[in-house]
């Protein structure tokens, strides 16, 4: 029947990126089996985490946790799910490759963005009288949604939000901004999901932090020389990063040339869902 309960989730959004590149030249019988190639192992990686597949949208996917069985660590379950997501797919596209090398055709990697956050939102059977599916909703799912899409913009595989990274803080995160996402109008800190507890602890992980961490404390202190080297130190030491750097080396530039106004919050508005 309808109905449902309002608790806490962590919600997971799945998209892949350049979809239109990737798609590009094959016929439907073949895209569908990409996306088939595509989907199985997401879905295999959230549901070996405990977690609930909610539905897939075209090349998407949308999942969570802690509803409807409970699971008091769902936030680290979800991220360790996107970490497999990740990591799945070098197999799925060394099978494409073969693929299209066979069919004559470019070759497009595959790359997924993941966003992931934790929060209150209604979950039960929703829809109508005549079809329902159990699914959640409320401003905890349409903020996933916004992270996985600001993937795009920094160049990181996975965004997570403040309150999932403080529920699964052994594993490896950077902070990448303040932001305010579209439709939204308070901020939130995002970090990048880098690697597990195991990545989190090796030497090149925290040396790499230690500066990413200090750049981001000179760039909110306007200090923009100091930022700018720190910028130029962090790049190339983790490939996954390099976009990130590239776009905080642009708006160090910028506001050399133009200074931010008196009392800047160092918040960043999102142009772009």
């Known amino acids: 029947k309808l109905g449902g309960e309002v608790r806490d989730i962590t919600v997971l959004f ?42 897939y949208i075209g090349d998407a996917m949308m999942a969570f946790w802690n ?23 070098a197999p799925v596209n060394a099978e494409l490759e073969k693929r299209a090398a066979e069919a004559g055709r470019p070759f497009h990697s595959l790359r997924a963005g993941i966003g992931i956050h934790s929060g209150r939102a209604a979950v039960g059977n929703m829809g109508s009288r005549q079809r329902f599916a159990y699914s959640a909703l409320g401003d905890t799912v349409n903020l996933a949604s916004r992270l996985e899409g600001q993937t795009k913009v920094y160049g990181v595989s996975i965004i997570i939000s403040a309150t999932t990274q403080a529920a699964a803080h052994d594993l490896a995160v950077l902070e990448l901004d303040r932001l305010v996402v579209k439709g939204r109008k308070g901020a939130e800190t995002v970090f990048a999901l880098l690697g597990d507890a195991e990545m989190a602890k090796t030497a090149h992980f925290k040396g790499l932090a230690e500066q990413h961490n200090a750049l981001i404390a000179a760039y909110r202190a306007q200090r923009w020389d100091d930022a700018a080297a720190l910028c130029a130190d962090c790049a190339g030491k983790m490939a996954e990063m390099d976009r990130f750097y590239r776009v905080y080396a642009e708006r160090i530039t910028a506001f050399r040339q133009k200074p931010p106004a008196v009392g800047w919050d160092a918040v960043w508005t999102a142009a772009d869902k």
Request: charge should be negative; include cysteine; glycine fraction near 4%.
């Open 14 to 55: 799945s998209d892949i990126r350049n979809f239109t590149t990737v798609s590009e030249g094959m016929d439907p019988a073949e895209l569908i089996r990409v996306m088939n190639d595509f989907l199985t192992p997401m879905t295999t990686c959230v549901l070996e985490n405990r977690g609930t597949v909610d539905k």
């Open 67 to 89: 509803a409807p069985l409970d699971d008091a660590d769902h936030a680290r379950h979800a991220c360790l799910a996107a970490l497999g997501m990740t990591a799945a797919l």
